[in-house]
């Protein structure tokens, strides 16, 4: 169980990033976490993971309170040119941080080679990640944080660098991973469309300094498909209900100045395909 109270954080220049987070994720859930662009997310996440220290407010992890890069975390960046080692193999890449493990260099070895397979790429073990297409070396970046089988994974706008292809193939990949190993993950994104269709829950956040402005379920089965989920009435009206919240109003049924949920053009292909059939 994660728990945030009252979290806030001002950087040393005076600049006041988040202020009064609450939020509470059980062990296992996928919490989407949406807002504006630099309104401070990647501050909460790097709070979560220990990686600066808030100057308010509290992070506790399994009864812990985080005070430095906690046991069981692993980390992905948007920046995989900047998270692999361009020296070391994929492998290698992937292997690494099992050394905090406490693994031999063989169950390293091991470890690694099962994680790349989880994500289709044993076949590039042996390559060096600058020999690999971008959104390859986002699925190493994963393998590596996978290998570690980390009990909370967090992940700061993991897709925002792919093409739209391999964005909804590493969305799979994520709940499918989820579905498999059972670890909560946070995944910051942008895309609200992302946020519902991966999310068991989308926290919205609000302008800087940022707040827990909703908390959303997502009321979609978990087994999901890109085509057929999305176009789902409650994947529509989830999506509506987080983008008037992105968008500053209140999100519910009876907002006055927002239009009708838009379908996803996706949707009306299935229909189209399904009447041509
Ligand atoms: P987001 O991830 O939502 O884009 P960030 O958490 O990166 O937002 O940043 C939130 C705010 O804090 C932004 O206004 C950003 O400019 C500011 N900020 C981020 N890092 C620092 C820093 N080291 N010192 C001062 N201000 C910072």
């Excluded at 509290?58 to 920046?79: C, H, I, R, S, Y």
């Amino acid at each position: 169980m994660l728990e945030i109270a009252a979290l806030s954080h001002t950087y040393p220049d005076g600049h006041v990033a988040i202020r009064g987070i609450d939020l509470t994720v059980p062990d296992g859930q996928l919490v989407s976490i949406v807002g504006p662009s630099g309104c401070g997310k990647s501050t909460l996440l790097r709070c979560i993971a220990g990686l600066i220290r808030p100057t308010g407010g509290k992070v506790v992890l399994n009864g812990q309170p985080v005070t430095g890069v906690p046991e069981g975390l692993a980390v992905v960046f948007q920046d995989y040119s900047r998270s692999l080692f361009p020296w070391l193999t994929v492998r290698d890449n992937v292997a690494l941080p099992l050394r905090r493990r406490g693994k031999s260099k063989a169950e390293r070895r091991e470890a690694a080679m099962a994680a790349l397979e989880s994500v289709g790429l044993a076949g590039a073990a042996r390559k060096y990640p600058w020999q690999l297409s971008g959104g390859m070396q986002q699925r190493v970046s994963i393998a590596r944080a996978l290998a570690y089988q980390p009990s909370l994974l967090l992940m700061d706008e993991p897709f925002g660098s792919v093409d739209a292809q391999t964005r909804e193939d590493l969305e799979d990949l994520v709940l499918q991973v989820h579905r498999a190993e059972k670890m909560t993950i946070l995944l910051v994104t942008h895309d609200i469309d992302e946020s519902v269709y991966v999310g068991d829950r989308v926290v919205v956040l609000g302008p800087s300094p940022t707040g827990v402005v909703a908390d959303v379920p997502v009321p979609l089965p978990s087994e999901r498909d890109q085509i057929e989920t999305r176009a789902l009435p409650e994947f529509i009206g989830t999506r509506a209900k987080v983008g008037r919240l992105v968008r500053g109003g209140h999100g519910g049924a009876d907002v006055t100045n927002a239009g009708p949920a838009t379908p996803d053009p996706r949707a009306a292909d299935v229909r189209a395909a399904c009447s041509d059939g």
